[in-house]
T-cell receptor, first 111, second 113 residues
Framework: RKEVEQDPGPFNVPEGATVAFNCTYS??????FFWYRQDCRKEPKLLMS???SGNEDGRFTAQLNRASQYISLLIRDSKLSDSATYLC????????????FGDGTTLTVKP | SQTIHQWPATLVQPVGSPLSLECTVE??????LYWYRQAAGRGLQLLFY??????ISSEVPQNLSASRPQDRQFILSSKKLLLSDSGFYLC????????????FGSGTQLSVL
């Protein structure tokens, strides 16, 4: 079993739709969690951190469920520009080299 | 503000040739530095990380090596490339001890033929 698992998709949604991605992790000692966005043939960029209390940034909401060991990303009112691959990242500590990336979920928003 | 530079953007190399990819960071001191590789349609695999000059940790046995001759310079090398070394190589930096929020360079697409 992979340390971090994501549904690869692809998710094909119309503009304006709400879409949710889930990510599960196997190491219960994991300490910090992130979502990154990666456009085709580009570098990943940090989208948002994920906290137990949940956090929101505009149309994006991230949630962490430690008991069930999953994190989620909700995108409301999808835009064409949201089309990308979303990477879930789980970190086992504050020391270097402790981050594990999921394989990513691909989203295509269509007009 | 901090910036990270990685070059070249694309590289086509024959099997058996050497490799040198360079990455530099500006606007910060003593960053943690990383080399990742990404196969097509897959997540990122950590190859090397460094917490300081000449301090390199390797995550997977491989045909590659890394060096950090200066605080903000990280180099990925190989003496003889293999076909399996093809991929998208990404350099990244993170502030020390900050839950490893990673900031990536623009990547190098390496094709070994």
């Amino acid at each position: 079993r992979k340390e971090v698992e994501q549904d690869p998709g692809p998710f094909n949604v119309p503009e304006g739709a709400t879409v949710a991605f889930n990510c599960t992790y196997s190491n219960s000692a994991s300490q910090s969690f992130f979502w990154y966005r990666q456009d085709c043939r580009k570098e990943p960029k940090l989208l948002m951190s994920v906290y137990s209390s949940g956090n929101e940034d505009g149309r994006f909401t991230a949630q962490l469920n430690r008991a069930s060991q999953y994190i989620s990303l909700l995108i409301r009112d999808s835009k064409l520009s949201d089309s990308a691959t979303y990477l879930c990242v789980v970190n086992k500590g504050t020391n270097a080299g402790k981050s594990t990336f999921g394989d990513g979920t691909t989203l295509t928003v269509k007009p | 503000s901090q910036t990270i530079h990685q070059w070249p953007a694309t590289l086509v190399q024959p099997v058996g040739s050497p490799l040198s990819l360079e990455c530099t960071v500006e606007g910060t001191s003593n960053p943690n530095l990383y080399w990742y590789r990404q196969a097509a349609g897959r997540g990122l695999q950590l190859l090397f990380y460094s917490i300081g000059i000449d301090q390199i940790s390797s995550e997977v046995p491989q045909n590659l090596s890394a060096s950090r001759p200066q605080d903000r310079q990280f180099i990925l090398s190989s003496k003889k490339l293999l076909l399996s070394d093809s991929g998208f190589y990404l350099c990244a930096w993170a502030p020390t001890g900050a839950n490893e929020k990673l900031f990536f360079g623009s990547g190098t697409q390496l094709s070994v033929l």
